[in-house]
RNA sequence: CGGGGUGUAGCACAGUCCGGUAGUGUACCUGGUUUGGGACCAGGGGGUCCCAGGUUCGAAUCCUGGCGCCCCGACCA
């Protein structure tokens, strides 16, 4: 086990919050609540970024950028979003202090500087992206309009986890308009599509697609759709979300357009998200007691390579030979380190790599010189083989496609072994408890039977599955009927 | 907001009960030996002991007030 990392079965919570700060991800900040992401983590990100931007584009949307601030006027709009968000609102009210008379050297707010107006830190960008839609769209010409934002935004959240809740957080928000409810909603199930295929492409992480509940769904949207992933410990995490708004949005900021035949019409609309919340997800879905374990299709570095030298001499053997590895393998666009600094001992880096989740580990020392040969050392099976040198960058591309499914693979037969049909309540209660993972279970609908369950269980209702069969039963709670099961968990 | 904990070197912590020269591990710096799974030896540097006030000859330690952070709960898309 990695040093000073205690393992999942110990305390799976401070495993995860270890992990998070010695693999060099993130820390706590001076901040409440907020976190800094460090350079590694932030790489993660990029490259999660990097996918996601270029799978929007290619399904037509844009980036664009809007005010971190909403006038309060706007955002209490559209009243089920904002009464959705209220609680958890930072609010501007003053724009500047001054040297406090009583304390030398501190500054105090300056109560003449007095916003006339508060300013609400968007905890989403709904209002004022809608309320500036309304200047551009006049008609059905204008539309529709794909576009996505990179932010980050503000939660008042009470209790906050690195990655996993955070009160400042990175995401990508897209708010699209449409002349129609059908493509609304098409959108809406193109992005779930697209999430879905990040999640399992890259994070190499199942997900199940479906929709909230009524008292799971986004303030102000007419349907949520939502993935929703297992962690190792039988926890769910939603992993993403994508609403239909219908015209609640136009209707608040009196978006409405010009249809062919003339007619004046409330424009349609849909909003959705993921957020550095996926690292969280990324971390619990694969990592081990050694640490992190990362998908190589976002790995920041693929490959590794370890020297192992006693003279001057020796290393610049080695490095001969690395060089023209590396470069062939950075030609096929894989990251390559050479991790030759000889200040900490193999043993070392080779634990220090491990804690950080890079796929492939490469060690060459003079016996390797001698032989001709290269150590290579896969992370998530912990396997290792001795490969010919001048076959490895030929072999590398198929052993790292081999760990992005694997891990896949993995995670998969986790996700199949922790869902759990029941038909009693009671079933339900026990298989919470002693296994965890997703409960399906049919449910009457009802919102006042979620919350029951949800205060009696801590369960909530993660989804109602999109490919869920019909099937004729009764709610495991009241007994009426339910035409087809629904996902219960705890979740994050 | 309720319950608990905590604040001392970059990090992790001891010392606080019972007031008396500021400690340990790790990290860091120098030199040497090492290097195929978290090296070793020797030397060295680093502190407003969270803040403010009080008691005292003397406060990290006792008293009063404040603040921060963490964990658990409630809350949460």
């Known amino acids: 086990m990695a040093k000073d990392i205690p393992s999942r079965s110990e305390d799976y919570s401070l495993w995860y919050n270890e992990l998070v700060k010695k693999a060099d991800l993130a820390e706590h900040s001076e901040v409440r609540g907020c976190m800094v992401i460090k350079p590694y983590g932030y790489s993660i990100w990029e490259k999660m970024q990097q996918a996601l931007d270029k799978m929007f584009k290619d399904t037509g949307h844009s980036n664009a950028y809007f005010p971190l601030f909403v006038p309060k006027s706007l955002f209490e709009a559209e009243e089920q979003n904002a009464e959705g968000f209220a609680k958890e609102c930072a609010i501007v009210t003053h724009y500047r202090l001054k040297a406090d008379p009583n304390k030398k050297g ?211 053997k080695i490095t001969e030979k690395v060089d023209e590895l590396s470069s062939a393998l950075r030609k096929q666009g894989y990251a390559v380190k050479f991790d030759n600094r000889d200040t900490q001992k193999p043993g070392f880096k080779f634990a220090e790599w491990e804690l950080k989740g890079v796929p492939v580990r490469l060690a060459i020392g003079p016996r390797d010189l001698e032989n001709g040969t290269v150590e290579v050392a896969r992370r998530d099976t912990k396997e290792k083989q001795v490969m010919k040198l001048d076959e490895v960058a030929t072999r590398i591309p198929k052993l790292l496609d081999d760990i992005q499914a694997n891990i896949y693979t993995k995670a998969l037969k986790f996700r199949d072994e922790h869902v759990t049909k029941v038909d009693t309540y009671d079933e339900l209660k026990r298989v919470l408890d002693d296994k965890g993972g997703f409960v399906a279970a049919h449910w009457d609908g009802t919102v006042e039977t979620e919350a029951a369950i949800k205060e009696e269980t801590k369960a909530t209702i993660r989804c109602i599955p999109l490919d869920a069969k019909e099937e004729a039963g009764k709610c495991i709670y009241s007994g009426k009927p339910s035409s087809r099961r629904v996902l219960f968990a705890r979740a994050y």
Request: with cysteine.
């Open 106 to 316: 501190k500054l105090m707010v300056d109560p003449d500087a007095r916003l006339e107006e508060e300013l609400v830190v968007r905890p989403t960008s709904e209002a004022i992206i809608w309320s500036t839609y309304k200047k551009w769209i006049q008609s059905y010409r204008d539309l529709p309009i794909l576009i996505n934002q990179w932010a980050n935004v503000v939660r008042w959240e009470m209790r906050t986890r690195l990655f996993l809740r955070t009160a400042e957080f990175l995401w990508q928000e897209g708010h699209t308009a449409h002349a129609n409810a059908d493509e609304a909603i098409k959108e809406t199930e193109l992005i779930l599509n697209v999430y879905a295929d990040f999640a399992e492409g890259f994070m190499a992480m199942p997900v199940v697609k479906g929709r909230k509940s009524e008292g799971e769904r986004f303030p102000g949207a007419v349907d949520t759709y939502c993935i929703e992933a297992m962690m190792q410990d039988g926890k769910a995490l939603q992993a993403g979300t994508s609403h239909f708004l219908g015209q609640n949005f136009a209707k608040a900021f009196n978006v409405q357009f010009t249809s062919k035949e003339g007619k004046l019409e409330d424009v349609w609309g849909t909003s959705w998200g993921v957020s550095t919340r996926l690292m969280g997800a990324l971390i619990m879905a694969h990592s081990d007691d050694d640490g992190l374990i990362l998908p190589p299709k976002l790995a920041p570095i693929h490959v590794v390579v370890v020297p192992i030298f006693r003279s001057e001499e020796e290393l610049k």
